[in-house]
C-alpha cells in the first residue's frame, strides 16, 4: 500500500477555547477545543467541537450554508439524535423541539432503560424457538398439546396435495415440519423432566 504524503496538519487545537468546554456535537465527551464558526452569517460566533467533529462539521460546511444557527443545530441533532443531547433544548433560539422525540426517537433509550431495571423473565422466549414458534403463529410460554393442535392445521393447510402440488406448499410444509420438530423435542423433554423431577 502507498503511504500518502504527510500533510500539514490542517486543524491545531484553538489556545483561545475555554477550558473544559465539551465539545458541541451532541453526545459527545471529548474536549471542544477546535472551533467553527456557526454560520456564515456570525463567523465570530462558534461552535466548539473535538477534532473529529470540527472534521465533520467543516466537511459539512456547504450543506450547512444558508442554514440559521437553529437550523444547523436542528440538523447536528437529527444526526446523533439517538444520543443524549449535550446542549439544552433551544439554547440558540429555537424552542419548538419535541424533546422526548429528539432525544430516543426510536425508543433506543427507553428499551435500554427498561433492560437495565427488568430482571431476567423465566417465561422469555427461548431463542432458538422464536423462529419456530413464529412459523407455528404461536407465543411462549405454549404446551406440548398446543405445538400439536396446531401443527395439524398448519400441515392441512400447507400439504401440497392441498395446494395443487405447489412447490411453494412444499417449502411451507417443509418449514412447518422443522419447526414443529424442534418445540416438540423440546417440550417433550420438558415433560420428561417435571415426570422425573
Ligand atoms: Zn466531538
Redesign the pocket.
Known amino acids: 500500500m502507498m503511504r500518502r504524503p504527510t500533510r500539514p496538519r490542517a486543524y491545531a487545537p484553538d489556545p483561545a477555547a475555554p477550558p473544559g468546554r465539551p465539545?458541541d456535537?451532541p453526545g459527545?465527551h471529548?474536549a471542544g477545543e477546535y472551533r467553527a464558526p456557526k454560520s456564515r452569517t456570525s463567523l465570530n460566533d462558534y461552535h466548539w467541537?473535538?477534532l473529529?467533529?470540527v472534521r465533520a462539521y467543516n466537511a459539512g460546511w456547504d450543506f450547512y450554508k444558508g442554514m440559521s444557527p437553529a437550523e444547523v443545530e436542528a440538523q447536528l441533532r437529527a444526526d446523533t439524535s439517538w444520543q443524549r443531547p449535550t446542549w439544552p433544548i433551544g439554547s440558540l433560539g429555537h424552542t419548538a423541539w419535541d424533546e422526548d422525540v429528539l432525544r430516543d426517537p426510536l425508543h433506543i433509550l427507553a428499551a435500554a432503560r427498561m433492560k437495565g431495571t427488568q430482571r431476567p423473565d423465566p417465561h422469555q422466549t427461548p431463542a432458538e424457538l422464536r423462529g419456530p414458534l413464529a412459523t407455528l403463529g404461536l407465543s411462549w410460554p405454549t404446551t406440548l398439546d398446543a405445538v400439536k393442535t396446531r401443527y395439524k392445521e398448519l400441515a392441512k393447510r400447507h400439504h401440497p396435495d392441498a395446494n395443487g402440488g405447489s412447490r411453494d406448499a412444499e417449502e411451507r410444509l417443509k418449514t412447518i415440519n422443522l419447526a414443529y420438530a424442534a418445540l416438540r423435542s423440546r417440550l417433550g423433554n420438558e415433560v420428561r423432566v417435571a415426570a422425573t423431577g
Open positions: 465539545c456535537m459527545c471529548e467541537f473535538c473529529e467533529h
